[in-house]
């Protein structure tokens, strides 16, 4: 039982960001907080019990696009062209093929920051997406942004 408490420790130590401060971000520390007592049957001790400090927690890491400004990335890029010339079973222009996947990138960067921070800001969505379990939840925002820019272009 110690160990479990060190690591709420730990996690009531860790700073984060809180952008739904309305006079701007403001750091906090705590990804969890003291929530209650409880007492057990024919015992005198007293637990503490902990819970999340926030509704959603978001990672925000490092933008894609800086992913993929480097050399080896863009190594991956011509890789990936080939492979979408296998399977696609038809030639796939590299250079083309490259400037259009930095472009879906790009816009994969926009939409994502732009999808994470109207989370943020609407109580609906924050509501919505507390069913989804938070392992899926970066896989369903980064598969949303997707669909988004294949559907936006499909519609013009």
């Known amino acids: 039982m110690k160990t479990i408490y060190r690591y ?36 005198r001790t007293v637990e503490t019990l902990y819970g999340p400090a926030a509704k959603v927690f978001f990672y925000e890491g490092p933008q894609v696009m800086e992913e993929w400004n480097t050399p080896e ?3 991956k890029l011509s890789t990936m062209s080939k492979l979408t010339a296998v399977l696609l079973e038809r030639d796939v222009d590299e250079a083309e ?4 996947a930095l472009d879906f990138l790009r816009d994969q960067d926009k939409l994502s920051s732009k999808m994470i921070r109207d989370i943020k800001n609407n109580p609906e969505l924050v509501e919505l997406i ?14 949303a942004t997707d669909l988004a820019i294949m559907w936006d272009k499909a519609q013009k």
């Open 97 to 100: 093929y490259k400037e259009f």
């Open 130 to 143: 507390k069913s989804v379990p938070p392992n899926y939840l970066g896989k369903m925002i980064f598969l």
């Open 8 to 43: 709420i420790e730990k996690l009531s130590e860790i700073p984060y960001i809180d952008r739904s401060a309305i006079e701007g971000e403001q750091q906090k520390k705590g990804l969890v907080i003291e929530v209650g007592q409880r007492m057990t049957e024919n015992s």
């Open 73 to 75: 990335s863009k190594e």
